[in-house]
């Protein structure tokens, strides 16, 4: 699977996107949505609420193509539409409530076999999303945390934090640099 940032779509075809035309609409949507829904389901752990997320974001895309001026790379521009929408979901109240680090410490010896997808599932949202994002997706924490409306230095610490919890839960020793794994982290779908 591609990241957003990666995906590249001809001028011509979103410009006939942009104009409505249905055949364009469908060549960007089959392009984008697998990448999309990734990204979405990363982020947001609740399958149903990344669904909802899924199709919000395909929505604000289409709505907003006119306005795409091409300054950016087209993946890199819809990335920010839907980390947009997933960071207003897990920036919400409700959100922010069951979003704490729960303590692994005492679970760690009966995970060790577990496989990373199921290892990035037992982590809360908001680090998760930060793991994601960062690893995976290439945001700077000075992004992540914008995208957060918090400091850089909740960024960094969501980041070592899981960082060590995966470390544990996957049975990789403690010296182990986690930006390794990143090409693994990609191909988890």
Excluded at 5 to 22: K, V, W, Y
Aim: aromatic content about 8%; proline content about 5%; charged content about 20%.
């Amino acid at each position: 699977m591609s990241r957003l940032s990666d995906i590249q779509i001809d001028a011509q075809t979103l410009a006939q996107a942009a104009r409505g035309e249905a055949a364009a609409q469908s060549a960007v949507y089959q392009a984008l949505s697998p990448a999309v829904f990734a990204l979405t389901r990363r982020l947001v752990a609740d399958r149903a609420a990344a669904e909802d997320l899924f199709q919000d974001s395909l929505m604000a895309v289409f709505q907003n193509l006119p306005q795409f001026r091409g300054e950016a790379p087209f993946g890199a521009w819809v990335r920010r539409i839907v980390t947009t929408r997933c960071f207003m979901y897990l920036r919400s109240p409700w959100q922010r409530v069951r979003g704490v680090l729960p303590d692994f410490s005492s679970e760690t010896d009966l995970v060790t076999q577990m496989d990373l997808s199921r290892a990035l599932a037992r982590l809360p949202p908001l680090t998760r999303a930060v793991v994601w994002l960062h690893d995976v997706e290439g945001l700077t924490h000075e992004e992540i945390a914008q995208g957060f409306g918090r400091s850089v230095s909740f960024s960094k610490s969501q980041l070592a934090r899981a960082h060590r919890v995966l470390r544990g839960l996957l049975g990789v020793p403690e010296d182990t640099v986690c930006q390794s794994l990143a090409p693994t982290l990609r191909s988890v779908t």
